[in-house]
């Protein structure tokens, strides 16, 4: 009879009284020190309940191959190929566990610099953040707050900000005082316009209708390309670009090369302005937040506020001229008017009439009048003083995606899905349609440059047209393909006295247009 356990005949047999199985004496007593059952039924079982089986001396039979010669070589053999094949995968074993080993060192090294790199920037995050606190004063109307406490984008604490019925956040609103600066800035901005004369140094027609592509520069991610908001700052030749990819970069036209790329938006970045005094900038996203940025002495810029102040996507940002306060304009049907220097919401307007969500803004050049574009196809003008809708425009299709206000005064130029309507803001009327591209394409972007005598617009191409008055006919001096490939123009901006274009679609370039040979580089 043979082992339960190992199969072979035992050299001291005993039998389980519980099971009446038979066991070899060493294997079954090993098990129940282990275990404590029987290893067949798996019942409980001690020493006490196996029996000693008293039996002749027992004599194993010699195996077969071992009966002869050639018999005993082929077990040789085949415990030695046995023996190889473990060998074998021992060693295929030991090649794995080094593999392993030196991936797990090569990764604990990464995470080890990574550590360090991290460690490093919060450092110098902390050491910025400080060194901004110092320099930066607290506004007059942030100081009214004193003894609550306050975030790094001028809104007080969630638990100690006052809510008024209706849950509604308390503003401080707009005081007389920055009332006073606004409308002695529209006196003084209104008298200059009526001495106002178009200088001689904005481009000619005849230079204009001479521009082709000089430059194309890839800005932003292949990942997630397409440029969808651009803003140039005139004194310093610098193009921003906001992009789906999250990214706003500043670039330096005269020398080609990227200043900076400023990275924190969790959305694609809609809009983003230039402050034209100083070094701060502006980016609006997708994701509801606003953030202000400001320029550092390495040339880098850090992000100073993050205003939360909105519930859904702001769609844009304008700067008012004495540029010390900013509008934001939302999806969630509000506009917010801040304070630059504190990062401060004054005031959020909503209209009570109406619950559509804006979708462009722009100030007027004298700074008292606000325009906004809603997302069902309606034109509003607000005073900025009693932030009161003091007029509505009507008869476009779809969104309204882009406003402009021309240098004049006069004039606003509005974009939509059906094209561009010229509004005279002395008669509150539409004089004008363009409706430059077929029904299924959208006009994404329209644009004065800074005298008033070109009106640029973006869809499917990118068109000039000469400004005339009410009157007269506004003549298309100059059509530019969309180059990207794409067939969508996303917005388009003049340079200083019309010298160049700027433009951004749906790839990740951004496009010059000017005279071949200009200042400016070549492509990058």
């Not at 797990?104 to 902390?126: F, P, S, T």
């Not at 320099?135 to 109307?141: D, W």
């Amino acid at each position: 009879m043979n082992c339960s356990i190992s199969g072979e005949v035992p050299e001291q047999p005993v039998v389980s009284k519980k099971s009446g199985l038979l066991y070899e004496k060493r294997l079954i007593e090993r098990h129940i020190s282990d275990f404590g059952k029987c290893p067949i039924t798996g019942e409980p079982l001690t020493l006490d309940d196996i029996v000693p089986i008293a039996t002749g001396k027992i004599v194993k039979p010699r195996p077969l191959q071992a009966a002869s010669i050639p018999g005993m070589l082929g077990m040789f053999q085949n415990e030695w190929d046995g023996l190889m094949l473990s060998n074998f995968a021992l060693e295929q074993q030991l090649h794995t566990a080094r593999q392993e080993l030196s991936h797990a060192l090569y990764q604990h090294d990464a995470a080890c610099r990574v550590i360090a790199r991290l460690k490093k920037e919060r450092d110098e995050a902390r050491s910025l953040l400080a060194q901004a606190d110092r320099q930066i004063p607290m506004s007059a109307s942030a100081v009214v707050t004193a003894n609550a406490p306050v975030m790094s984008n001028g809104k007080r604490a969630a638990e100690d900000e006052e809510f008024g019925p209706g849950g509604k956040r308390i503003r401080p609103g707009i005081s007389a005082s920055i009332i006073a600066e606004l409308t002695d800035c529209n006196a003084a901005l209104s008298q200059q316009r009526k001495k106002r004369q178009i200088p001689p140094t904005v481009a000619t027609i005849d230079a204009l209708e001479r521009y082709t592509q000089i430059s194309s520069h890839p800005l932003h991610k292949t990942s997630k390309p397409g440029i969808v908001s651009l803003d140039i700052h005139f004194e310093k030749d610098i193009i921003a670009t906001g992009g789906l990819d999250t990214n706003a970069v500043l670039f330096d036209r005269s020398s080609g090369q990227i200043l900076s790329t400023l990275s924190g938006h969790a959305k694609k970045v809609t809009s983003l302005k230039f402050v034209a005094r100083g070094d701060l900038f502006l980016t609006a996203s997708a994701d509801k937040t606003v953030r202000l940025w400001q320029e550092s002495d390495d040339g880098n810029h850090n992000c100073r506020h993050i205003l939360k102040d909105h519930t859904a996507e702001v769609q844009a940002i304008t700067v008012h001229a004495t540029n010390n306060y900013f509008v934001t304009a939302s999806l969630d049907s509000t506009w917010c008017f801040y304070e630059l220097s504190s990062g401060l919401c004054l005031t959020q307007v909503v209209d009570a009439s109406d619950s559509n969500g804006y979708t462009s803004a722009a100030f007027h050049p004298d700074g008292l009048i606000l325009g906004t574009g809603t997302s069902e196809a309606v034109v509003k003008i607000w005073d900025v003083k009693s932030q009161a809708n003091v007029a509505r425009f009507d008869g476009h299709v779809g969104a309204v995606t882009s406003i402009s206000f021309s240098e004049n005064g006069y004039f606003l130029a509005t974009a939509a899905h059906d094209g561009v309507k010229l509004w005279d803001l002395r008669k509150l009327r539409n004089f004008r349609t363009f409706a430059p591209y077929d029904s299924d394409t959208p006009t994404n972007s329209v644009e004065f440059d800074s005298s008033g005598s070109y009106l640029a617009i973006a869809g499917s191409d990118i068109r000039v047209y000469q400004v005339a008055n009410v009157k007269s006919e506004w003549n298309c001096i100059k059509t530019f393909p969309d180059l990207s490939g794409t067939g969508k123009a996303a917005c388009a901006k003049f340079g200083p006295d019309a010298k160049y274009m700027a433009v951004g679609s749906m790839d990740r370039n951004l496009r010059i247009f000017g005279l071949p040979g200009e200042d400016g580089p070549l492509e990058s």
